[in-house]
Structures are given as C-alpha cells and as structure tokens.
C-alpha cells in the first residue's frame, strides 16, 4: 500500500484499537512522539516498534530532541540538557563546537536506543534581536556564519549517531514576532535583508535530507500567506535556497493557521509541501488530514524515499568518554 503523505502523532503511551487500525490504513511516512508518549525507555522501544509492526515497514519516528527548553524526553529516563545557545555565550567557538557535536552525539543514543532515528533538530533560524522570545535561547546563533557552523555540528553530531536532522523552519523564524502556536507571524523584513541573513544557513545545508516549513508571513514574498501555504516560499525554498530534501510543513495543529484541517492539508500540499506533519494526537483531525492528504508519488516519494535511505548505523563510540569531555568542555553536569 502507498504511503501517505503524512507524519503523525499517537495520543499517548499505548495505541488504542481504534487509533491503530487507522494508522495502519492511513499508512503514514513516519511518525512523530511527544512527551506525552514517554514513560520509560521500555515502554518507549514498544511503542516505537508497535509503530512501525503496524505499517508494516520501518517507518522513521521522529521527535523534537533539542535540549533545553524543547526536549521531549528527559529525567529521570533521559539527560536535561540547558539551552543551547548558552553554549556559545563567552564560550571559545572551537571549544563549543567540539561540545555542540558531543552533545547530539549523546542525544542520539539515547533516540536511537527507543527506535527514534529523526531529531527535529537543527534549528537554523538566526535570532534577530527583536525576534519573538519562542526561538530565544533556542536559536545556534544571532548571525548567519555562526549558525552555519554550528548547525553543522548539530548535524554531524546526530548523523554519526544513526539519526537523521531536520532543518527547520525554513525559510527562517529568528525574526518572528509572535509564536507561531498560539498566532501568526508577521516579517516586514526586505527581500535582500532576509537573502542575506535568515535564507543564509539553510542554503548552507540545503544538501540534508529533510526540512521543516515556517509558519510565518514574509511580506516581501508572499503578503498573503506564510511560507507553509505558499507557492511562492515554497519557490524560493526549493530554486534560491536551492533545499531538495523532503519537505515536511510545521505542525498543522498549530493557531497560526486557520480553516478547516482539510484546508490547511489541501493548501499546504498545492503549496509545494511534500508532507503533512500533524502532532496533537487527536484521532479526528488526524482522519480529516489523512482523508484529505495525497498519498506519496512523483517527486514526493523520491525525496521520502531518499530521505529513508539515508538512515545510517550508528559510527562506533564511547558515550561514557563522550559524557565525561562534554562535561569538561562545558561545566554542565549530566544526569543519566
């Protein structure tokens, strides 16, 4: 059976008779957790693996493992980690970027020993000094050359640890002025200021495999939509910042949208969005998406494919040694 064009989210620490019978219709291209999906590293390898029995394949399962002030799995199971950026404040960079990959290397250890193999992580929005404190101390960075070397150690930190990065959010969030889960943003910025500085890094890494769309207006490119729902970001996304990978929208549940979720699914897709990412768990808004979702084909499902495929065995390593350097480097103390 074609996959959907679809990344969903169970609603809690099991699968009910009714919610797995329609994943396994549904057939989504993955599956995302939340921390309401988190008990146990037990439960959690369950969970994962009950996924994927259901689809019938080994479907990616993602989760939002950045550190810090979004991490959904955490203590007493899993490692606390502060916020990224204070990473980097008064650090010395070589230091903090040694740090940066020991830290999702360890992160992705932990994923990868739950079945979780898709970090939505690195955040590359450049933090712009007035942006909406929702990317805050989340953000690698406040200008585009130190987010590009940063979020490469993000990304090489996961990938030797067996787990893909997400890019997100494209074309860029740092300057947002409200958080896009409660409402819509709205950038006034000019065109060639955004070129310079917000599109910067994702053109950088536009080579990874997989994206996350922006729930965010650019009125310099599309006054009337943000970039999830509009052609003409999603034009820019794929011919200027020249990103190929599998483009995932931003949650579709989220108030920076309106209408209806079959509208929010249909005009996400016309868009140019290859997939429909969803994380409320609500069983009836995932059915109305499911129903009005397309299935993967055509360019779609190679990037899907592609990004499948690039899943990767985990590079050998000593976690224990990796721990213990991290925590020299930073002065942080890990749990776990």
């Known amino acids: ?153 993000v990304s090489e930190g996961l990938k030797a640890g ?29 065109r060639a200021e955004l070129e310079a500085i917000d599109f910067a890094p994702f053109r950088a890494m536009a080579n990874e495999a997989l994206g996350m769309t922006a729930h965010v207006v650019f009125e310099a490119i599309d006054p009337g939509n943000c970039a999830t729902l509009s052609p003409e970001c999603i034009r820019v996304i794929r011919k200027e910042i020249c990103f190929d990978g599998l483009l995932m929208t931003d949650d579709l549940s989220m108030n920076a949208l309106s209408g209806s979720m079959t509208e929010r699914t249909k005009k996400s897709i016309a868009a140019g969005c290859d997939v429909i990412l969803h994380c409320n768990g609500e069983l009836p808004e995932m059915e109305e998406i499911a129903a009005a979702a397309p299935r993967l084909e055509g360019a779609a499902l190679r990037r899907a494919e592609r990004a499948a495929a690039a899943r990767q065995t985990p590079d050998p390593a000593d976690i224990h040694a990796a721990v213990a350097r991290y925590e020299s480097l930073t002065g942080e103390a890990l749990n776990g």
């Open 162 to 190: 067996g787990v893909l990065p997400v890019i997100k959010h494209i074309p860029g969030h740092g300057r947002a002025n409200a958080d896009s889960h409660e409402a819509l943003p709205v950038v006034p910025t000019p």
């Open 1 to 153: 059976m074609t996959q959907g064009a679809l990344i969903l989210a169970p609603e809690g620490l099991v699968l009910g008779d009714r919610e797995a019978a329609f994943f396994r219709e549904a057939n989504p291209w993955a599956f995302i957790l939340f921390a309401r999906n988190f008990e146990s590293p037990e439960q959690a390898l369950r969970l994962t693996s009950e996924l994927r029995d259901i689809v019938g394949r080994d479907a990616p399962v993602l989760v939002d493992q950045e550190g810090g002030r979004v991490q959904r799995m955490g203590p007493p199971h899993w490692r606390q980690w502060r916020p990224v950026l204070g990473l980097f404040d008064g650090a010395d960079e070589a230091s903090a970027l040694e740090a940066t990959r020991l830290r999702y290397r360890i992160i992705a250890d932990e994923l990868r020993a739950v079945g979780i193999d898709v970090n939505c992580a690195p955040l590359l929005d450049v933090l712009a000094p007035d942006g909406h404190e929702i990317i805050g101390n989340r953000a690698l960075g406040r200008d585009p050359e130190e987010v590009i070397r940063r979020g490469r150690a």
